[in-house]
T-cell receptor, first 110, second 113 residues
Framework: DAKTTQPPSMDCAEGRAANLPCNHS???????VYWYRQIHSQGPQYIIH???NNETNEMASLIITEDRKSSTLILPHATLRDTAVYYC???????????FGAGTILRVKS | ETGVTQTPRHLVMGMTNKKSLKCEQH?????MYWYKQSAKKPLELMFV???????ENNSVPSRFSPECPNSSHLFLHLHTLQPEDSALYLC????????????FGEGSRLTVL
């Protein structure tokens, strides 16, 4: 699976959009981009995933560049409860072997 | 509530003890996983089971012994552990082993004295 690079930490004001970047320059054509988050002392939570097209669900939007070498997770209106570690993972469709990196610590501040 | 329940939530054991961690999923999924999360380290995949059969063992020491009696239950039997095995052990499930959307439990916090 391709390796991902994420900033170690980011801050965001409550109510503003949180934009979390992820670089995956070695991504293969059959690899998906998955995003999970882990709130302190809880198990990771699936957020969203995509292959080529941008995706949106009730939690977030995923923007994937045309060359697929990077992506951005957007939380449109961040709240204090969105403070967590966010993981960007690239894996094939048979992504049962999810490999978690260090992720980005997002701190939402009032 | 994710539909994946882990017990106990906290466990303290000596190096000579034998204990077990239990995971139960109420989602009708066919695949189950054990992950380990040590302090300040990324999650590490330990085992994968698909339709009760082990499909992945990520070079885990034999002092960790998984058991999957059916698709809804997964155990991790622990014996003669070391202090460095202290960690958060997370169970997860997915519809099939070929799906990336995993549902995680809250984890079992293990301390080995």
């Amino acid at each position: 699976d391709a390796k991902t690079t994420q900033p170690p930490s980011m801050d965001c004001a409550e109510g503003r959009a949180a934009n979390l970047p992820c670089n995956h320059s070695t991504i293969s054509g059959n690899e998906y981009v998955y995003w999970y988050r882990q709130i302190h002392s809880q198990g990771p939570q699936y957020i969203i995933h995509g292959l080529k097209n941008n995706e949106t669900n009730e939690m977030a939007s995923l923007i994937i560049t045309e060359d697929r070498k990077s992506s951005t997770l957007i939380l449109p209106h961040a709240t204090l409860r969105d403070t967590a570690v966010y993981y960007c993972i690239v894996t094939t469709e048979y992504g049962n072997k999810l490999v978690f990196g260090a992720g980005t610590i997002l701190r939402v501040k009032s | 509530e994710t539909g994946v329940t882990q017990t106990p939530r906290h466990l303290v054991m000596g190096m000579t003890n034998k204990k077990s961690l239990k995971c139960e999923q109420h989602l009708g999924h066919n695949a189950m996983y054990w992950y380990k999360q040590s302090a300040k380290k990324p999650l590490e995949l330990m085992f994968v089971y698909n339709f009760k059969e082990q499909t992945e063992n990520n070079s885990v020491p034999s002092r960790f012994s998984p058991e999957c009696p059916n698709s809804s239950h997964l155990f991790l039997h622990l014996h003669t552990l070391q202090p460095e095995d202290s960690a958060l052990y997370l169970c997860a499930s997915s519809q099939d082993a070929g799906v990336g959307e995993l549902f995680f439990g809250e984890g079992s916090r293990l301390t080995v004295l």
